[in-house]
């Protein structure tokens, strides 16, 4: 079976150790095997990235920002065989890895712009001759850690601009979906970055843990679960680094007595299935306001999703495929199960699709489940599953006070026409990223990703502008010259 | 004897409870008293604060500034008070206090800027007909917990931002000094400020532990020594908060070959010993390069240093007053007595000044030790008192390899007039306030305070810039409007 | 009779010259006299200017700041003594003056933040060891020609933030309302403004035109007509000057069918008749947008006017006073004749208004006429008087080509709740500020003040952000600092 | 011959009309036509330019960004046809020429950041529920007019920012050179750019005027000599258009006494000959301080020239090619004779080279002139060409007098080590570009290119962030929603 390894120093590795399986969630087998990283391994990598840190820093940003340029392009040219590799160790569609893909591609334009966005802040005059000015300078070796529900997009979140700001990197992907992130160690080895500048570690606990111990990592970048989360950033700030942590979300759209219905339905379709619903801003409840709001959506969706097909990856007529494992996809049946048996009302069942060719494969289709209240297990949870849940409230005030009193904020959306009510609404919720009318509120590459309360841990939002200052440290100098120097002496060398 | 109490809800208040003896460090002397928290008092402040939070939130960004402007006015109106409250607590000279208040009120100037400072980023068609921004939004109630050495200067750091970027806010000021945070929270009520937005609570560790522990506090900016730095940021993590840190320095100064060593010594000199070397940014260490440097630095600096003159705070003739207790004085001399029996030379020993009228004031004159090496004690340390030590090395990178080992990064300087060697400097070394030619590199208001290494704990300096991203939170919106709305219909509703 | 002279080099002065009646245009009589500055006079103010100039650019900006900080402090002071000026002279009433001053200290405020305005931008190793980074420095010399309109206003949109930059000023207020300008001239120098740093001279054309042609003034700010800001613009642009140019305009407000009607005419009949409609902001178009929008907009604004009162400035019950000169007045009477003549509807009519005791004043009632049409000559002016037109028209489409269709593109705005209509609104129309339900979009002082098409001559927009770029030129410096200087030098030297 | 013809919404095109003979300057032959657009061409292109602009503008600016990646990678792809067209025409060297294009494909890469650069400022609660944010629009059809010396770099400065800022653009370049701007146009159409975003239309004085009348062009970039730039930038102006105008230049270098004057040789000579001085930044004129500095200058730069080759642009061993035409050549040797008679000292001659197999080609080798003084021609006018002259001063005062009284002020550079004279220089000279031991101090891409006095006529300077400013106006929008909307009557719809 083939052994996905590491990347350290510009090569491929695959040293002897502990391997673990790594699942075609299409076909529930087996099909490659993962190394994971020893202590040994990871410090390879910083290593690596240790030695290669003092003349990248000390590339002009130009010259830097250009190898991203280059990346972009190579991306694209193998745009086909990233998402079959995405395809085939995490199940998604080959269109939604397409778009996966592309999202990361925007960051690496984002990245591009290094020239402009580490420019410092330069004050003449601050007292008399004096001058003084900021410097964001880059930390040194940092590391990601991420999911495997966007092998490739989470990575490219974080990896090119980290780089960019001339830093140098190790990233530990998700064990399950290992393949992608070395693949683009290459391309961008490919696109001219020199050696140790980028390294990837696969691995589990014990990698992340060295990663999270060595004094020599100045920060971390995590994506992930809450608990996770918590346990990551904590770890990280009592050894001294920087980190930002992003955890788990459960994302609600109110829906208005004024909106679209049929718009909003359409929208949310996509919003709460795609991808299985593995996504941290995969929309996940529906909050109605009132019940004629609710009905009509109840029953339009119903119909919706008749429509919908579960599938394998490379047949691109699917809308979404099979959950990452096995287990993952008990554990979303019993949230359904749940429901039910806590008095929600399972309008659409996904349990037991029947995926012909695939009758091994983690498959669970899509699933709607009206009258869902705030007590219920299903609600409190992150399903991470295509499981769309209804709640029926009478005031727009009351449907805010449950997004509020979740203890997620990471992503929430309003479909009305009214401007007041969007206002109000965006204004005064307590979360991260809102969408007026728009589902997925993700922010584009050149704005910052982050939830408020429990689903992000850290000042500074992950990409965008936040994600410039996060991999840079500031520093701020202040001048002034001593008088009598050459200029004047001059004058007295060449009298008259 | 005088109770120095709590400012809570618009009001000082006295409620029963544990005391502590406040020194007029120049007479060694209990002169007030002041109240210690217990954990109702600062719920009360807590309370006060969060009530007034939706309020002033909402209330717009210029009446905000324009309380600011007003309070400027009013601490230039009251600066002699300030210093006087300041001179009796803490015991620095007037000249020095007034020196603290400037560039406190520096901090509420830039804080007039906040309609500016809070602009959002916005962008037009991130797709079609979307557009989507981020906004900056107040994080609620959060916290400053200050030290004894600028009792005015380091709240006026925080608060004046914070609330004018729309928190509330409650400050926990050093017990030492405790009365100038009171002044300066009636000087707010004066100007404006609706009550609860700022509140005082004096105390101790309980108090510390109240404020770190309770949820309804979203940050704490804390400025102190780094042990205390380390436990603060933890703990706020540990409790999702929000933190910066600001911990310890040990402050170097290299003098090159090419310096004007006359203006190099004049600058120590106050560098060194101003406020009794109780500052963070403090020049305590003369890395020389060439002994023919060091030997002429210790020769004028010993001249200079006999002009010093130490005593009580309100004789402006003064250049430095006492230290802060009657422990931390005999502490400092330990240091002292340590580096002699490590074999450094006391060249001028300050230990046992005569300070006609304050015997039994904490007072200790001006140190200068020569010969130090990075084994002994009293290098190793922040001593926090007037002892100035001197270095011999054989080259530039040997001065830096010094800094760049020690625990601390935050202030450095440079003396030299070759444009090469402070590029070089200001690049490469491992701190992050950096002088050339300049001893005392504080970062202006406009800018940002913070160190590097264990000088501070968070991703964010102090004030400035970064101030208002530590004070805020990132919501990203993005926004699609239905089409066929009001603007379609109407073309229908009014054929021609 | 007083004389109003004119303010140079810290001082008042009234040199001998020619002269002209300033009118109270409450009671219709001269009651004082402005001197009209001769080009030795001009040449006067611009020598002082010149001369302040180097010391000026040198002051360190805080420092600079500060002088306006305190300048705000006098300017509310001596707000009332300010708004009696601008009513002796232009007739406002008491709380539009003090209204207008009030937005004037809001530039005043902004000019405050100048450290963080004026900051360059610093790029390091934008090649090997090079670095390049952008100041904006001073212009030198700059003028401001003021309308009489807003006689503190807008004169505070100009010299504080060119002041404050580092430039040095001549302002030519209106010689219709002189007083004003030289009474916060006074208030400048009391509040530490060096002597020649801000000059005043009245005057008229043979004053604008000296400074034109001195080639010392390097920047000219304008507002006034579109003729003259064309006149202007042109000539300062042949002498080599940078200039902003600020003419006239025609302000349409679209009422949409899901308007709150009440609402609107509310705030249109502030936005309309305020200050005589003598605003280049006044709203003084309404497009109904169906016939049933338009006869309630009537119906509602005939019966709203009733209330109105006009008066003298000094009574503040009053709503409105008198115009600026009876020629003006005579002017606006014309426009509402010539609707008349022309078809359009008179609905009310302000001609001749009974104000007891004032009965030679310069008075015109709040006028109403509807049905107008694009052809009509009150339609194609700026009329500059209390005259509101209503067109009425079929979509939203026709309304927006109307405005689009206008010599003028300075405000407008919509009213309507709908989301999608606004947004079509501000994305589309070919107007420079815009209102959504704001009936007076005037930008707050912290954006910037311009309109589009022929109501702005220049790049730059007044005030805020673009008024810093205005009133300062960019410079950017590349450096890279030659090796084997002192640092090497060193190493040598001190051989181990 | 091979006809030069348009490139006209997407297409080229060879309309009949005027023709001019396009020289190989090596040769001294024509080797081609060029057509000279009629007003009716022209116009068409306008048309082109105007009916591809709505949908343009409405594109999203990630996807119009993304065009301008592809034409990054296509530039870098085709360099050398690139290259080798502008050889032939133009007649610089090979690696000249790539330079040339590199600088230009860095302009590119700025304009892919465009999504950062466009972003507007966004302001929440100016005013209670009031919101206001500034966007920058694109302004519509905008035009380049662009000289001989740098047949892609300057076309290069202009229309990848104005384009991707939503503009469509007509290109004007040089009639001496013009096949290097038909051939970029084609690497746009195949980046994807839609047809008449992009057009070029070649001409002469007719087709400048067309540009400059016709009111459908919103904005003139012109580069060239001073007479032509003012004579554009008025007529532009008084058409209504916005214009940025780039004239002539006479840039000096001060070498100081503390300077490394093998250094500063080496890097004089390639700034005063590279590209046969025909760059508007050249170094044409050493400043020495003292004769030591003169004589030692003179001294190794006569050596240092004996190395130059001169020679056609297909040979990389050559340092420089031809001039652009006879006439300029012998205006050129002309400024030559006229410094000698003016007595000044021409150290070496380089007119009448040997270049063999080049007899007819328009040759002039590199030229030194010592003892120039500010009253000969050669000094006051641009002389463009390989002329580099020697002035000699007692004091950097004097040096810097000489630079600030000369008509021009576009770059400047000094030789030093000393930090407070590099500061000094930098801060007070009138020149727009300065360098510290840079001798062609032209702002990367990411800052904005320049002069001061009568070296630009316009407020912004060309390319970098004041370019984005350029080419966007400011709309500014105050946004207030109307209360009881579809909120609050939700709320009174279903009661509980």
Redesign the interface.
């Known amino acids: 079976m083939k052994v996905v390894g590491h990347f350290i120093n510009g090569e491929t590795c695959t040293p002897k150790g502990r391997m673990q399986d790594v699942y075609n969630p299409a076909t529930g087998e087996a099909e490659k095997l993962v190394l994971l990283a020893s202590k040994a391994t990871v410090n390879d990598a910083i290593v690596s990235a240790q030695q290669a840190f003092p003349q990248w820093r000390?590339?002009?940003?130009?010259k830097r920002?250009?190898i991203m340029?280059k990346f972009?392009?190579l991306l694209e040219e193998h745009a086909e065989e990233i998402t079959a590799l995405i395809g085939a160790e995490h199940g998604k569609i080959s269109h939604d890895a397409a778009g996966e893909l592309q999202r990361g591609i925007?960051n690496v334009?984002?990245a591009?712009?290094a020239?402009?966005?580490?420019?410092?802040?330069?004050?003449?005059?601050?007292?008399?001759?004096?001058?003084?000015?900021?410097?964001f300078?880059p930390l040194g070796v940092v590391a990601g850690i991420t999911p495997f529900n966007f092998p490739a997009m989470v990575p490219l979140w974080m990896f090119p601009l980290a780089i960019v700001c001339g830093n140098t990197f190790v990233l530990k992907p998700s064990e399950r979906d290992p393949s992608c992130a070395i693949f683009l160690a290459k391309l961008l080895k490919e696109a001219g970055l020199p050696d140790g500048v980028f390294n990837v570690v696969n691995g589990d606990k014990e990698a992340v843990d060295q990663i999270l111990d060595d004094e020599r990592i100045k920060a971390v970048s995590f994506v992930g679960s809450t608990p996770i989360a918590e346990y990551i950033?904590?770890k990280a700030?009592?050894n001294?680094k920087?980190c930002q942590a992003l955890g788990g979300a459960k994302n609600h759209a109110i829906v208005?007595?004024?909106?679209?219905i049929d718009?909003a339905v359409n929208q949310l379709l996509g919003a709460a299935f795609g991808s299985s619903g593995e996504r941290c801003m995969a929309l996940s409840v529906v909050v109605a306001?009132?019940d004629e709001v609710a009905d009509k959506i109840v029953d339009k969706m119903q119909t919706a999703m008749k429509g919908l097909k579960v599938g394998a990856f490379d047949d691109a007529s699917n809308d979404f495929g099979p959950l990452i494992t096995l287990q993952h996809k008990e554990k979303v049946e019993g949230y359904i199960t749940s429901a039910a048996e806590q008095g929600a009302n399972v309008v659409v069942d996904g349990r037991s699709p029947t995926v012909e060719g695939y009758e091994t494969g983690f498959f669970l289709g899509a699933t709607l489940i009206d009258n869902v209240t705030p007590e219920m297990t299903s609600y409190k949870a992150e399903i991470f599953g295509p499981v769309l849940q209804v709640m029926r409230v009478?005031?727009?005030?009351q449907a805010m006070q449950l997004i509020d009193e979740h203890e997620y904020g990471n992503g929430t959306c309003i479909f009305?026409?009214?401007?007041?009510?969007?206002?109000?609404f965006?204004?005064n919720i307590q979360?991260?990223?809102?969408?007026?009318?728009?589902p997925l509120?993700?922010?584009?590459?050149?704005?910052?990703?982050?939830g408020?309360k429990?689903s992000l841990?850290?000042?500074?939002?992950a990409y965008g502008?936040?994600g410039v200052?996060?991999y840079t440290?500031?520093?701020?100098?202040?001048?002034?010259?001593?008088?009598?120097?050459?200029?004047e002496g001059?004058?007295f060398?060449?009298?008259?």
Not at 58 to 62: C, L, W, Y
Not at 431 to 438: A, D, F, S, T
Not at 457 to 461: A, K, P, Q, R, S
Not at 478 to 487: C, E, L
Request: net charge neutral; aromatic share 10%; with cysteine.
């Open positions: 000390n590339t002009p940003v130009s920002a250009r340029f972009k392009s925007e334009e984002f591009c712009g020239p402009q966005l580490l420019k410092g802040e330069h004050s003449k005059n601050v007292g008399p001759s004096i001058d003084s000015w900021s410097e300078q950033y904590s700030n009592a001294g920087r208005m007595p004024d909106a679209d718009n306001v009132g009478e005031s727009m005030q009305t026409r009214d401007g007041e009510a969007a206002r109000y965006s204004d979360v991260g990223m809102v969408g007026i009318n728009v509120p993700v922010p584009v590459s050149y704005h910052s990703f982050g408020w429990r841990f850290g000042d500074l939002h502008p936040d200052r996060f440290k500031r520093k701020t100098i202040t001048q002034r010259w001593p008088s009598s120097g050459v200029r001059v004058s060398s060449f009298p008259s």
